[in-house]
Protein backbone atom coordinates (compact mmCIF):
# COMPACT_ATOMS: atom_id res chain seq x y z
CA UNK A 1 0.00 0.00 0.00
CA UNK A 2 2.87 2.28 0.62
CA UNK A 3 4.29 1.65 -2.48
CA UNK A 4 1.13 2.57 -4.32
CA UNK A 5 0.68 5.83 -2.35
CA UNK A 6 4.35 6.98 -3.19
CA UNK A 7 3.45 5.58 -6.99
CA UNK A 8 0.24 8.03 -6.73
CA UNK A 9 2.36 10.72 -5.27
CA UNK A 10 5.51 10.52 -7.64
CA UNK A 11 3.02 10.52 -10.76
CA UNK A 12 1.29 13.47 -9.54
CA UNK A 13 4.55 15.41 -9.10
CA UNK A 14 5.24 14.52 -12.80
CA UNK A 15 2.15 15.54 -14.08
CA UNK A 16 2.23 18.86 -12.45
CA UNK A 17 5.91 19.77 -13.48
CA UNK A 18 5.24 18.91 -17.19
CA UNK A 19 2.03 21.24 -16.95
CA UNK A 20 3.82 24.10 -15.28
CA UNK A 21 6.67 23.46 -18.07
CA UNK A 22 4.14 23.44 -20.79
CA UNK A 23 2.86 26.41 -19.26
CA UNK A 24 6.30 28.22 -19.40
CA UNK A 25 6.37 27.45 -23.07
CA UNK A 26 2.58 28.79 -24.02
CA UNK A 27 4.01 31.87 -21.70
CA UNK A 28 7.27 32.40 -23.51
CA UNK A 29 5.54 31.86 -26.57
CA UNK A 30 2.87 34.74 -26.13
CA UNK A 31 5.71 36.84 -24.68
CA UNK A 32 7.45 36.57 -28.11
CA UNK A 33 4.46 37.11 -30.12
CA UNK A 34 3.44 40.47 -27.79
CA UNK A 35 7.18 41.40 -28.44
CA UNK A 36 6.85 40.89 -32.62
CA UNK A 37 3.31 42.34 -32.69
CA UNK A 38 5.09 45.62 -31.54
CA UNK A 39 7.75 45.36 -34.21
CA UNK A 40 8.15 46.80 -37.32
CA UNK A 41 10.54 46.13 -40.41
CA UNK A 42 12.75 48.90 -38.56
CA UNK A 43 12.86 47.71 -35.33
CA UNK A 44 14.92 44.58 -36.55
CA UNK A 45 18.87 44.52 -35.33
CA UNK A 46 20.79 41.90 -37.99
CA UNK A 47 24.26 40.31 -38.08
CA UNK A 48 25.97 40.36 -41.54
CA UNK A 49 28.29 37.47 -42.03
CA UNK A 50 31.34 39.24 -41.55
CA UNK A 51 29.58 39.61 -37.59
CA UNK A 52 28.63 43.53 -38.21
CA UNK A 53 25.26 44.37 -36.68
CA UNK A 54 23.08 46.15 -39.12
CA UNK A 55 19.76 48.49 -37.61
CA UNK A 56 16.92 47.82 -39.86
CA UNK A 57 16.13 51.30 -39.25
CA UNK A 58 19.07 52.44 -41.45
CA UNK A 59 16.68 51.72 -44.51
CA UNK A 60 13.74 53.84 -44.00
CA UNK A 61 12.54 55.66 -46.98
CA UNK A 62 14.18 52.87 -49.16
CA UNK A 63 12.84 49.54 -50.88
CA UNK A 64 13.89 46.48 -49.83
CA UNK A 65 13.96 43.04 -51.31
CA UNK A 66 14.42 40.50 -48.47
CA UNK A 67 15.83 36.84 -50.12
CA UNK A 68 16.39 33.74 -48.39
CA UNK A 69 19.78 32.16 -50.02
CA UNK A 70 21.62 29.04 -50.11
CA UNK A 71 24.57 27.92 -51.88
CA UNK A 72 23.65 24.15 -53.22
CA UNK A 73 19.97 24.89 -54.17
CA UNK A 74 19.21 24.75 -58.07
CA UNK A 75 18.02 28.06 -57.68
CA UNK A 76 21.62 29.43 -56.27
CA UNK A 77 22.30 30.66 -59.89
CA UNK A 78 19.95 33.30 -59.02
CA UNK A 79 22.87 35.05 -57.09
CA UNK A 80 24.20 36.50 -59.74
CA UNK A 81 20.43 38.09 -60.82
CA UNK A 82 20.23 39.13 -57.51
CA UNK A 83 24.17 40.85 -57.69
CA UNK A 84 22.84 42.70 -60.85
CA UNK A 85 19.67 43.82 -59.91
CA UNK A 86 21.91 45.68 -56.81
CA UNK A 87 24.26 47.34 -59.61
CA UNK A 88 21.61 48.33 -61.70
CA UNK A 89 19.13 49.57 -59.14
CA UNK A 90 21.37 49.88 -56.31
CA UNK A 91 20.21 53.12 -55.35
CA UNK A 92 16.56 52.22 -55.85
CA UNK A 93 16.03 49.30 -53.50
CA UNK A 94 18.56 47.17 -51.17
CA UNK A 95 18.79 43.27 -51.50
CA UNK A 96 19.26 42.34 -48.40
CA UNK A 97 20.73 37.82 -47.89
CA UNK A 98 19.43 35.62 -45.63
CA UNK A 99 21.23 32.26 -45.95
CA UNK A 100 19.03 29.04 -44.49
CA UNK A 101 19.31 25.25 -44.37
CA UNK A 102 15.50 25.13 -43.75
CA UNK A 103 15.34 23.19 -47.45
CA UNK A 104 17.04 19.78 -48.41
CA UNK A 105 20.35 21.28 -46.43
CA UNK A 106 21.29 23.21 -49.12
CA UNK A 107 22.82 25.71 -46.85
CA UNK A 108 25.32 23.71 -44.65
CA UNK A 109 28.29 25.79 -45.00
CA UNK A 110 29.47 28.25 -42.10
CA UNK A 111 28.51 32.02 -42.38
CA UNK A 112 32.71 32.47 -43.59
CA UNK A 113 32.13 29.45 -46.48
CA UNK A 114 28.77 31.16 -47.30
CA UNK A 115 30.94 34.87 -47.95
CA UNK A 116 33.62 33.29 -49.60
CA UNK A 117 31.24 31.36 -52.21
CA UNK A 118 29.43 34.50 -53.04
CA UNK A 119 32.19 36.67 -53.22
CA UNK A 120 34.06 34.02 -55.75
CA UNK A 121 31.33 32.65 -57.69
CA UNK A 122 29.07 35.44 -57.99
CA UNK A 123 31.02 38.87 -56.83
CA UNK A 124 27.97 39.40 -54.27
CA UNK A 125 28.03 43.24 -52.78
CA UNK A 126 24.89 43.55 -51.21
CA UNK A 127 24.34 42.55 -47.38
CA UNK A 128 24.53 39.39 -46.48
CA UNK A 129 23.54 38.03 -43.08
CA UNK A 130 24.38 35.23 -41.04
CA UNK A 131 22.91 31.65 -41.37
CA UNK A 132 19.30 31.78 -39.68
CA UNK A 133 16.18 29.99 -39.80
CA UNK A 134 13.30 31.02 -41.96
CA UNK A 135 10.98 28.43 -40.76
CA UNK A 136 9.84 25.96 -38.21
CA UNK A 137 10.00 26.14 -34.15
CA UNK A 138 13.28 28.18 -34.66
CA UNK A 139 12.41 30.61 -37.24
CA UNK A 140 13.81 33.83 -36.59
CA UNK A 141 11.56 36.81 -35.60
CA UNK A 142 11.91 38.46 -38.94
CA UNK A 143 10.93 35.61 -40.67
CA UNK A 144 8.09 35.59 -38.20
CA UNK A 145 7.20 38.97 -39.06
CA UNK A 146 7.40 38.52 -43.11
CA UNK A 147 5.09 35.57 -42.88
CA UNK A 148 2.31 35.95 -40.27
CA UNK A 149 -0.26 38.61 -40.98
CA UNK A 150 -0.79 39.25 -37.33
CA UNK A 151 2.26 40.74 -37.49
CA UNK A 152 2.87 42.29 -41.08
CA UNK A 153 -0.43 43.15 -41.91
CA UNK A 154 -1.59 40.58 -44.92
CA UNK A 155 0.62 37.72 -45.14
CA UNK A 156 1.11 34.60 -43.40
CA UNK A 157 3.17 33.04 -46.43
CA UNK A 158 6.61 31.52 -45.29
CA UNK A 159 9.05 30.12 -47.21
CA UNK A 160 8.43 27.39 -49.60
CA UNK A 161 12.21 27.04 -50.81
CA UNK A 162 15.23 28.73 -51.01
CA UNK A 163 15.11 32.27 -52.91
CA UNK A 164 11.48 33.50 -51.92
CA UNK A 165 11.44 36.91 -51.75
CA UNK A 166 9.83 39.54 -49.74
CA UNK A 167 9.22 43.11 -51.36
CA UNK A 168 9.40 46.12 -48.44
CA UNK A 169 8.50 49.66 -49.22
CA UNK A 170 9.61 53.15 -48.39
CA UNK A 171 7.82 52.67 -45.35
CA UNK A 172 8.61 49.45 -43.92
CA UNK A 173 5.50 48.03 -45.44
CA UNK A 174 5.40 44.62 -46.71
CA UNK A 175 4.17 45.09 -50.47
CA UNK A 176 4.56 41.96 -52.11
CA UNK A 177 5.86 38.03 -51.57
CA UNK A 178 7.68 36.13 -55.06
CA UNK A 179 8.19 32.18 -54.71
CA UNK A 180 11.51 31.22 -56.11
CA UNK A 181 10.96 30.38 -59.58
CA UNK A 182 10.68 34.32 -60.13
CA UNK A 183 13.55 35.74 -61.28
CA UNK A 184 15.13 38.95 -59.23
CA UNK A 185 15.11 40.72 -62.73
CA UNK A 186 11.80 39.65 -63.18
CA UNK A 187 9.51 42.93 -64.81
CA UNK A 188 6.92 42.57 -61.47
CA UNK A 189 9.81 43.23 -59.30
CA UNK A 190 11.68 46.01 -61.39
CA UNK A 191 8.31 47.82 -61.72
CA UNK A 192 7.37 48.15 -58.13
CA UNK A 193 11.47 49.04 -57.88
CA UNK A 194 10.78 52.00 -60.03
CA UNK A 195 6.79 52.85 -58.96
Request: aromatic share 12%; hydrophobic share 35%.
Amino acid sequence: MKNFILMMAVAVLVACSAKSENSKSVESLTETNEQNAEKTFYDFTMTTLEGEKIDFSQYKGKKVLVVNVASKCGYTPQYEDLQKLNEEFGDKVVILGFPANNFGGQEPGTNEDIKKFCTSNYGVTFPMFEKISVKGVDKHPLYRWLSDKSLNGWNDQEPTWNFCKYFINEKGELKQFFQSKVNPMDDEIIKLIEA
